[in-house]
T-cell receptor
Framework: NAGVTQTPKFQVLKTGQSMTLQCAQD?????MSWYRQDPGMGLRLIHY???????DQGEVPNGYNVSRSTTEDFPLRLLSAAPSQTSVYFC???????????FGPGTRLTVT | AQSVTQPDIHITVSEGASLELRCNYS??????LFWYVQSPGQGLQLLLK??????LVQGIKGFEAEFKRSQSSFNLRKPSVHWSDAAEYFC???????????FGTGTSLTVIP
């Protein structure tokens, strides 16, 4: 049972490039979320999904897209990277109950 | 509006001393409350959670937290800190329905020998 996995661990992009951060979970959880973590800001919710085919915006969705075609995978796409998207990105999943979120190890993204 | 406040950005304690990390929340309904710990370069690990019932909850690694509805607080405590407890600690509040989760800005703990 690998839990929540994220790839890559580190990534450097140039402004304007696009990329996809991968997230997968093997716990059959319905809910999955993407957060970004910035110094002094805590974790902020970007997008989330409550099941395959269902996604919604969180607190800071601009510049990011998501889709959920399977229960296991929840990729986060940056369409045109900007320096303001330099951050550490965490994926999390949970079941309806007991509500605990399980976090992946994170992806550290730098946009130059 | 929902929010979580951790008033202490950084705390330094001596090994063996007691610890209390503060957390205050603003939420319109009965909250689900959590404390997570993050070691450097790692993801977040759940320390403990409160959903209902006994307001004093026990967690892993010897941590406990007390929910005080009248003060909108959920402070984390440990009677004797170990050097391995040095980390970043996050308080979070969640909705009963949907997937809205709000994190505090974190408290960084340094443990000195």
């Amino acid at each position: 049972n690998a839990g929540v996995t994220q790839t890559p661990k580190f990534q450097v992009l140039k402004t304007g490039q696009s990329m996809t951060l991968q997230c997968a979970q093997d716990m059959n959880h319905e809910y999955m979320s993407w957060y970004r973590q910035d110094p002094g800001m805590g974790l902020r919710l970007i997008h989330y999904s409550v099941g395959a085919g269902i996604t919604d915006q969180g607190e800071v969705p601009n510049g990011y897209n998501v889709s959920r075609s399977t229960t296991e995978d929840f990729p986060l796409r940056l369409l045109s990277a900007a320096p303001s998207q330099t951050s550490v990105y965490f994926c999390a999943s949970r079941d309806r109950a007991p509500y605990e979120q399980y976090f992946g190890p994170g992806t550290r993204l730098t946009v130059t | 509006a929902q929010s979580v406040t951790q008033p202490d950005i950084h705390i330094t304690v001596s090994e063996g001393a007691s610890l209390e990390l503060r957390c205050n929340y603003s939420y319109g309904a009965t909250p689900y409350l959590f404390w997570y710990v993050q070691s450097p370069g790692q993801g977040l690990q759940l320390l403990l959670k409160y959903f209902s019932g006994d307001t004093l909850v026990q967690g892993i690694k010897g941590f406990e937290a007390e929910f005080k509805r009248s003060q909108s607080s959920f402070n984390l405590r440990k009677p004797s800190v170990h050097w391995s407890d040095a980390a970043e600690y996050f308080c979070a509040v969640g909705a009963i329905f949907g997937n809205q989760f709000y994190f505090g800005t974190g408290t960084s703990l340094t443990v000195i020998p």
